[in-house]
């Protein structure tokens, strides 16, 4: 193919219509989702043709949003129960990924899509990259899958990608030794409303110690109830907790009643990602209580803003290696960094800094895309230089 043509790149996230449009009114916002569409602008922007297939929200099909092409698949909830997912779901999918018509197809996350678009492109002579979302994507036996036909999907899709991205090295040799696959790492990047978040300057945050920031789904992964047990502990400080349940459960509903019972802590449900700027630049530090994550955006818009984190969940050591904030393995362990912070303001601040400092070395689109851009090139056919 000819160095001077850009391949034709088509992002299939079934749920990004909401980040893609801004609507208010589709709540469901996910990690995956923002850096497909940071992504996807960055590309745009590079002169790429870009589209993406995602749910049929009553949008017009072939919606160009900021340059970006839009196809819908289907809407979730059409369809006879036991039919479904043959049709509209698959056979939704693959009518939107032959309208796209393009080079190649990039998927994230694992899920059954993986297999079906993995399908679809080897019959049309088409390319696939499928990026890791998850440290679970690499290892089967912990990823929470639990339809066989899923499992099935996944386990083909991953296995027929002309091209693997994992976002950390822990990613790519647990895929290694789990699966015998090779994958390209491609860190994530900072994104808030496709703007490069190197342009913000840091936030000095509120003198003293008074905020704590939580954000994320309220899943049993997630953990919040952790959380909840630090609050108890900690009266004088607030506890900012932003994010929802994606579905409804007894779990969730349970922690939002106990929430509502602990006057330190102020529910915000779900918020618009271009509106997250606020509630990081109130708070003195970012908590994180997963049992397990990839690497998550919020860390990045964080570590953007000179904002530590204390988290349970470390990406490749970066936090305890970098002086990011700190790491804890239990409600104890974050109460004891929280207690240190309080004590010791300096500490916070010297971790601030190189929290900045390490979001600009590492992780603006610039530093991270370029790769990934070879590897589209590359396994698209049109050469691997950037143009």
């Given at each position: 193919m000819p160095l001077?043509?850009?391949?034709?790149?088509?992002?299939?996230?079934?749920?990004?219509?909401?980040?893609?449009?801004?609507?208010?009114?589709?709540?469901?916002?996910?990690?995956?989702?923002?850096?497909?569409?940071g992504i996807a602008s960055w590309l745009v922007h590079r002169g790429y043709p870009v589209s993406f297939v995602t749910l049929d929200h009553g949008q017009p099909d072939?919606?160009?949003?900021?340059?970006?092409?839009?196809?819908?698949?289907?809407?979730?909830?059409?369809?006879?129960?036991?039919?479904?997912?043959?049709?509209?779901?698959?056979?939704?999918?693959?009518?939107?990924?032959?309208?796209?018509?393009?080079?190649?197809?990039?998927?994230r996350a694992?899920?059954?899509?993986?297999?079906?678009?993995?399908?679809?492109?080897?019959?049309?002579?088409?390319?696939f990259i499928f990026a890791v979302a998850n440290d679970g994507d690499c290892d089967l036996t912990r990823r929470a899958l639990k339809v066989?036909?899923?499992?099935?999907?996944?386990?083909?899709?991953?296995r027929l990608a002309d091209g693997i991205t994992a976002q950390t090295m822990t990613q790519q040799d647990v895929l290694r030794q789990k699966m015998g696959l090779s994958a390209v790492l491609v860190r994530n990047c900072g994104w808030r409303a496709g703007d490069d978040l190197s342009r913000d300057q840091p936030s000095p945050g509120p003198s003293g110690f008074a905020r704590v920031l939580w954000v994320g789904r309220i899943s049993q992964q997630k953990r919040l109830e952790?959380?909840?047990?630090?609050?108890?502990?900690?009266?004088?400080?607030?506890?900012?907790?932003?994010?929802?349940?994606?579905?409804?459960?007894?779990?969730?509903?349970?922690l939002i009643e106990r929430a509502a019972k602990i006057s330190n802590v102020e529910m915000h449900g779900p918020v618009r990602h271009a509106d997250m700027i606020e509630y990081y630049r109130k708070c003195h530090v970012l908590c994180c209580t997963s049992a397990r994550e990839g690497f998550p955006n919020t860390f990045l818009e964080a570590w953007s803003l000179g904002i530590p984190v204390v988290s349970t969940f470390d990406p490749d050591g970066a936090i305890g290696a970098n002086g990011l904030g700190w790491v804890a393995q239990d409600v104890e362990g974050i109460a004891a960094h929280l207690e240190e912070i309080a004590r010791s303001p300096e500490v916070r601040v010297r971790a601030a800094r190189a929290a900045r400092q390490y979001y600009l070395r590492n992780h603006t689109p610039d530093a991270c895309l370029p790769v990934l851009e070879r590897l589209l090139r590359t396994v698209a056919g049109?050469?691997?230089?950037?143009?």
């Open positions: 001077d043509r850009k391949p034709s790149i088509c992002f299939v996230a079934l749920n990004a219509y909401n980040v893609l449009s801004g609507r208010e009114d589709i709540d469901h916002i996910g990690g995956a989702e923002v850096q497909q569409v072939g919606v160009n949003l900021n340059g970006i092409v839009v196809r819908k698949a289907y809407a979730k909830g059409d369809g006879i129960k036991g039919l479904k997912f043959i049709h509209p779901r698959w056979s939704g999918l693959w009518a939107a990924m032959t309208r796209a018509n393009a080079d190649l197809y990039y998927q694992a899920g059954y899509e993986t297999g079906q678009v993995a399908l679809w492109c080897r019959l049309h002579r088409r390319k066989r036909r899923e499992r099935a999907l996944y386990r083909v899709g991953i952790w959380l909840l047990d630090v609050a108890e502990r900690f009266p004088q400080v607030i506890f900012d907790v932003v994010g929802a349940p994606n579905t409804g459960s007894t779990y969730a509903s349970e049109f050469g691997s230089d950037s143009q």
